[in-house]
């Protein structure tokens, strides 16, 4: 990646950590630049993340069949602690789930959430430990992700559970 690309990925870093700190709604114009920079952000880095993680799982694989167990260690550790980063910092930003259970969950980027059998919006809201409460007509419930693509949803009320399984978008 050229110097100027890497500037404008820095600055626009540092520009939508200043507007995701506004209280008030962003002007729509500003929300389409911002989800259109988030977009091609997660398009660009994506694939480079995927490339990092498989030569760390070859490398730590490596290291174990020759014997090398304290260097294995390390970079397990490493897979592990960028596997936890990943689950509490990946925003579900517009994202569609298959619901276990039946039906579809949608979660949008402004902290709105509608479940296909829902009469009315509900909310989302990202919690310290990574897991999101999801807010609805029916009470609150809890979304732990086990990875990008799937995560499970607790009912606070019930104590029930069901699946999730990220739609991807073809």
Not at 52 to 76: E, W
Not at 106 to 134: E, F, N, V
Not at 139 to 167: H, Q, R
């Amino acid at each position: 990646m050229n110097t100027p690309t890497l500037a404008a990925i820095t600055g626009l870093l540092f520009c939508s950590s200043l507007v995701a700190q506004a209280e008030d709604p962003l002007p729509q114009r500003l929300q389409v630049l911002l989800d259109s920079y988030e977009s091609e952000k997660e398009r660009v880095l994506k694939p480079i993340e995927r490339k990092l993680d498989t030569a760390l799982v070859n490398l730590r694989n490596q290291y174990t069949k020759s014997g090398r167990l304290q260097d294995a260690l390390v970079v397990s550790d490493l897979i592990s602690s960028r596997q936890e980063a990943l689950v509490v910092t990946e925003a579900p930003v517009d994202t569609r789930w298959r619901w276990g259970s039946g039906g579809e969950l949608m979660l949008k980027g402004d902290g709105k959430a509608k479940h296909t059998s829902w009469d009315q919006w509900g909310s989302w809201k990202r919690q310290k430990d990574g897991s999101i409460l999801l807010t609805s007509q029916y009470g609150d419930s809890t979304i732990k992700f086990t990875d990008e693509n799937t995560a499970v949803v607790t009912s606070k009320k019930g104590g029930g559970s069901t699946a999730l399984t990220k739609v991807m978008e073809e």
